[in-house]
């Protein structure tokens, strides 16, 4: 079983369905080189197939990774890379080829006990390009 994702005109992914393997061809139809033509086709969007068992770059189950990451709604197809990532964050962010993720410009830092206990958390401030502590509430 495969997965495919389909694309808005700004390479956004609107919808993600289960369909036929890629590699069974036996009943594709002969007008078409393979199931994301197809499946383009029946859609009349851009279809990019994906692969449930990858993230981050790496495929769950030791197989070989294919475009970085599992498709969800919302996220962009990169065509420069082929690879699914999640929209930019923030400006300030960059993008990490390894693992195909936003990473900021400083590391988040590790919460205390205490600000645990007081209910605190690191969120990201882009107009000082730094994390800072906030209340939960």
């Known amino acids: 079983m495969a997965h495919y994702a389909f694309l808005d005109e700004n390479n956004i992914v609107v919808k993600v369905l289960t369909g036929v ?5 036996s009943t594709l139809p002969d007008s078409y080189s393979s199931w994301e033509d197809w499946y383009s086709n029946a859609q009349g969007l851009t279809c990019k197939r994906t692969s449930y068992n990858t993230n981050r770059g790496q495929h769950m189950l030791d197989g070989t990774p294919f475009r970085g990451n599992y498709a969800a709604i919302g996220m962009v197809y990169n065509v420069e890379h082929d690879v699914f990532i999640r929209p930019q964050p ?3 962010w960059t993008l990490n080829t390894s693992i195909w993720e936003w990473e900021a410009p400083v ?3 590790e919460l205390t006990e205490q600000e645990i206990t007081d209910q605190k958390y690191y969120q990201w401030n882009e107009s000082i390009v730094n994390w800072e502590l906030t209340d939960i509430s």
């Open 21 to 25: 393997e890629e590699n069974d061809t």
């Open 90 to 92: 923030y400006n300030s």
């Open 107 to 109: 590391a988040q830092p």
